[in-house]
T-cell receptor
Framework: AQKVTQTQTSISVMEKTTVTMDCVYE???????LFWYKQTASGEIVFLIR????KKENATVGHYSLNFQKPKSSIGLIITATQIEDSAVYFC?????????????WGSGTKLIIKP | NSKVIQTPRYLVKGQGQKAKMRCIPE?????VFWYQQNKNNEFKFLIN????????QIDMTEKRFSAECPSNSPCSLEIQSSEAGDSALYLC????????????FGKGTRLTVV
């Protein structure tokens, strides 16, 4: 069965520091894709970064990077030099390569609070 | 910025009333999703389409919920007889076909059933 778990419900850090948000997933598929999204206070959901299961290199986009630990089925999101506007709820999601219906399996989200 | 357009942003209905919301997917995106997000931020998949064809839908959608994505018209999600438990943020998203493609969301329709 497919499942995505985010155990951290809320994290609070000081501005300009680095934060890591955890996500573990379960899948029987050998090929899968992992996504991170952010939902702002207004409700807007924005795509941040993607990791393909067959790639060994951790994806990086701007001040977002991933810590992909395949043996642990873990895909952590790292935000460096955090800014106040990074305050949001962050969601991890997974799509299996064998799913022709393109379903995304979502985690429950982690609320990130950046303090000035 | 996402180019998925959802209308209306807010919708207030009485119990038993119909509630209809619309979505224009990003140009060139044939895959459209509808999700319901509750107050606990949980995403509940409702239905998705590729072009005008339903790919997958949940049982709840088959009863009071109906959705369509006609060609050359906005996609729509309609609740035939609204219930208090339907109060939620309804999110439309679109993507290119493919398992590795990102999904882009609209700003949502917040439905309140009073």
């Amino acid at each position: 069965a497919q499942k995505v778990t985010q155990t951290q419900t809320s994290i609070s850090v000081m501005e300009k520091t680095t934060v890591t948000m955890d996500c573990v997933y379960e899948t029987q598929d050998s090929s899968y894709f992992l996504f991170w999204y952010k939902q702002t206070a207004s409700g807007e959901i924005v795509f941040l970064i993607r990791q393909d299961s067959y790639k060994k290199e951790n994806a990086t986009v701007g001040h977002y990077s991933l810590n992909f630990q395949k043996p642990k089925s873990s895909i952590g999101l790292i935000i460096t030099a955090t800014q106040i506007e990074d305050s949001a709820v962050y969601f991890c999601a997974m799509r299996e390569g064998g799913d022709s219906n393109y379903q995304l399996i979502w985690g429950s989200g982690t609320k990130l609070i950046i303090k000035p | 910025n996402s180019k998925v357009i959802q209308t209306p942003r807010y919708l207030v209905k009485g119990q038993g009333q119909k509630a209809k919301m619309r979505c224009i997917p990003e140009k060139g995106h044939p895959v459209v999703f509808w999700y319901q997000q509750n107050k606990n931020n949980e995403f509940k998949f409702l239905i998705n389409f590729q072009n005008q064809e339903v790919l997958q839908q949940i049982d709840m959608t088959e009863k009071r919920f109906s959705a369509e994505c006609p060609s050359n018209s906005p996609c729509s999600l309609e609740i035939q007889s609204s219930e208090a438990g339907d109060s939620a943020l309804y999110l439309c998203a679109s993507s290119l076909p493919g398992q590795n493609t990102e999904v882009f969301f609209g700003k949502g329709t917040r439905l309140t059933v009073v």
